[in-house]
């Protein structure tokens, strides 16, 4: 590369952002231009800067972060945003992306993978995490969570809107005038179809079809 890659790094912990940095600082081809502690403050950035890339968390203070690549976006759309998140499932993969976001990958990941996402979608690539969407059995769009809803029997559907408008166990089995070992198991096998591990995953797929 003949020019470096002018990076916005975007966290809301000033210690992250100092450990991205010093990461990043390795790389003879890439330059952190500035950091952001919140969306906001980043959309500013990325008008005034024009960096190449914007390296992004998801959970911040104010806007967030899948609202913040919605707006870069619509301002620019050949941005290049590369989510770097505690968050592993795929619902938040699959929203970021749906934002906009060129990439995801999660701060769990061996250190060169940062480095080698960067280089990936400065190539005009996308780049997702290994293991973060599996090709075979894993849901992917939300036409596929549309199909499994669809299915769900009246009683899931019931547990599955009020788990995701965050009703306890105990106080779903009480409004249906179930058992608590009933309405625990309605919960497991929704997760399960839905291949979702929390209640925030199950709460951003109801969001999505209107029933927040």
């Known amino acids: 590369m003949t020019e470096k890659i002018k990076i916005i790094l975007v966290d809301d912990h000033a210690v ?31 008008v005034n800067l024009k960096p190449d890339i914007v390296v992004m968390d998801l959970s911040m203070p104010g806007l ?11 301002r620019d759309g050949r941005a290049k945003i590369l989510v770097f998140s505690v968050y592993h499932q795929r619902v938040y993969v699959n929203r970021a ?6 990439g995801y990958i999660t701060k769990n990941s061996a250190p060169e ?23 075979n059995s894993s849901i992917t769009s939300q036409s596929d969570y549309q199909a499994i809803i669809h299915k769900f029997s009246p009683r899931e559907f019931d547990v599955f ?13 009480a409004e249906l005038c179930l058992g608590y070992k009933t309405i625990a198991n309605y919960a ?11 209640l925030i995953d199950l709460a951003y ?5 209107g029933l927040m």
């Open 113 to 135: 993978i940062l480095t080698e996402a960067i280089v990936t979608i400065m190539q005009g690539q996308n780049y997702i995490e290994q293991g973060l969407i599996k090709t």
């Open 16 to 46: 992250v952002r100092a450990g991205f940095r010093m990461l990043l600082a390795t790389s003879e081809f890439i330059d952190v231009i500035s950091e952001a502690s919140r969306g906001e403050e980043a959309i500013g950035q990325y």
């Open 97 to 102: 992306l749906n934002a906009g976001a060129k």
């Open 161 to 173: 809107r009020m788990l995701a408008q965050g009703m306890s166990v105990q106080k779903i089995a």
């Open 64 to 74: 967030g972060g899948l609202e913040t690549i919605h707006r870069i976006v619509q």
């Open 205 to 209: 797929i109801a969001e999505d079809f």
């Open 188 to 198: 497991t096998q929704i997760r399960k179809k839905l291949q979702v591990d929390t």
